[in-house]
Nanobody, 116 residues
């Protein structure tokens, strides 16, 4: 059963922008902290950004000032606006939702490729 559905990855030139979206159920969206993580080939998965149900955000150091995470209450979705993209942003981006100690869901991932 798919809990998170991602969209929006693709290929873009350096300096360009992309927007990722992740949709979940209304119940999970209301209580879960949602976020984006990424994993580049040969590297560990790393934090990109998270947002709580109340709207508090947290960003990885490498994306601060360039990426913005936001919640859309009407669509039960979280978006990641990525600007000023760099080749080092190339990775598979995963949507995540956590709630309490028992809910930790991951999307299947969407590829983002930034060409130089």
């Amino acid at each position: 059963q798919v809990q998170l559905a991602e969209s929006g990855g693709g290929l873009v030139q350096a300096g360009g922008s992309l927007r990722l979206s992740c949709v979940t159920s209304r119940v999970l969206f209301a209580v879960g902290t949602m976020g984006w993580y990424r994993q580049a080939p040969g590297k560990q998965r790393e934090l990109v950004a998270t947002i709580t149900p109340g709207g508090s955000t947290n960003y990885g150091d490498s994306v601060k000032g360039r990426f913005t995470i936001s919640r859309d209450n009407a669509k039960n979705s979280v978006s990641l606006q990525m600007n000023s993209l760099k080749p080092e942003d190339t990775a598979v981006y995963y949507c995540n939702l956590v709630f309490g100690n028992k809910i930790d869901y991951w999307g299947s991932g969407t590829q983002v490729t930034v060409s130089s």
